[in-house]
């Protein structure tokens, strides 16, 4: 089986819970290096994922970057999901996930926990990042509620994480360092970023203290 990226060529089509979908993609291969090439595919999915795991979907989806394809975070996952033959999860099976309210980030983040996929350490490039309370419904209660995540494409030896996510219609970098937890910036370099909109620079509001897990996959 041939290994294929999908990169969506036509506006989002059609609005799935809180993702959303694309038609018309385009058909790329990539090569060892992670980039995209029009000459040639590689002979194996399984073969990509194994050699190059994150590094090509970190590259991939940089193409995504500044751009609103998804529409918001789990609609900007699960395009990615789509170009990537659907290695994050399968919409079908995801149904069975939602709760009361239909939220989609929920309902990804339960379907791995269902699987023993979410852990607090160890993250690697292509894991997704969950975090809880960042809605303003959401932000002041005590019970934790899923309502955000992305896709890690950077880790630093410093522990800074990298994410990719759509965070107010428009696909962003977010960062994250569990080790430096109340920290928005050390020496210029941000290395927690802030999730939730707080007054006077609160560090409640930064990802490390809204951080809910990591959604371990396998490539």
């Known amino acids: 089986m041939k290994f294929t990226i999908f990169l969506p060529l036509a506006p989002i089509a059609a609005l799935i819970f809180s993702g959303c979908a694309n038609d018309a993609p385009k058909i790329y291969p990539i090569d060892q290096s992670g ?31 500044g751009k609103k394809d998804g529409g918001d975070c789990s609609g900007f996952v699960s395009l990615v999901n789509k170009n990537i033959n659907n290695v994050y999860f399968s919409e079908t099976n995801l149904l069975k996930f939602y709760g009361e309210q239909g939220s989609k980030s929920q309902a990804i983040y339960n379907f791995y926990k269902k699987r023993n996929l979410i852990s607090q350490t160890s993250p690697k490039l292509g894991d997704l990042v969950f975090f809880n309370n960042t809605t303003s419904q959401t932000k002041g209660k005590n019970k934790q509620t899923i309502t955000h995540l992305g896709i890690i494409d950077r880790i630093e030896d410093d522990g800074t994480i990298r994410f990719m996510h759509n965070t107010r219609g428009k696909n962003k970098s977010g960062f994250i360092n569990l080790f430096q937890k109340n920290s928005h910036k050390i020496g210029g370099k941000e290395v927690n970023s802030y999730i939730v909109a707080c007054k006077g620079g609160d560090a409640n509001c930064l990802t490390s203290n809204r951080f809910a897990g990591f959604g371990k996959v396998n490539f």
Do not use: T
Request: hydrophobic share 45%; glycine share 6%.
């Open 35 to 65: 980039q995209i090439l029009n000459a040639r595919f590689l002979n194996s999915q399984q073969d990509v994922f194994n050699d190059l795991g994150g590094k090509a979907l970190s590259n991939f989806m940089q193409d995504f970057l």
